[in-house]
């Protein structure tokens, strides 16, 4: 099983960026799919974008297309989350997932194999 942990959240001002780091530990982390959910005050946990092992395929949720981008580094054993033009209903917190493609981009989340302790992410108007 992979570790995760989140970094990067943190308080930033609508239309500014951000990006998140999730370092992952243990040797099956390349063989992973790896993903992105947030979950705001009061509502469900939702699915963010998704990047294959190999980086070559990434998914976003079709809202956040062209805001957010997703992108990993297996030799630092490191998936990023850019995000861009923040808006204050983007703010939630933010986790860091691996799993199965298949199981992140359903987001099928009793299916997923790792989950992150969440990082804070609050965007002011």
């Known amino acids: 099983q992979v570790q995760l942990v989140e970094s990067g959240g943190g308080l930033v001002q609508a239309g500014g960026s951000r990006r998140l780091s999730c370092a992952a530990s243990?040797?099956?982390?390349?063989?992973?799919?790896m993903g992105w959910f947030r979950q705001a005050p009061g509502k469900e946990r939702e699915f963010v974008a998704a990047?294959?092992?190999?980086?070559?395929?990434?998914y976003y949720a079709d809202s956040l297309k062209g805001r957010f981008t997703i992108s990993r580094d297996n030799a630092k054993n490191t998936v990023y989350l850019q995000m861009s033009r923040l808006k204050p209903e983007d703010t939630a917190d933010y986790y860091c997932?691996?799993?199965?493609?298949?199981?992140?981009?359903?987001?099928?989340?009793?299916?997923?194999?790792?989950w992150g302790q969440g990082t804070q992410v609050t965007v002011s108007s």
């Open positions: 243990g040797r099956t982390f390349s063989r992973n799919a």
């Open positions: 990047i294959s092992w190999s980086g070559d395929n990434t």
């Open positions: 997932a691996a799993g199965r493609w298949a199981d992140l981009i359903a987001t099928s989340l009793s299916k997923v194999d790792s």
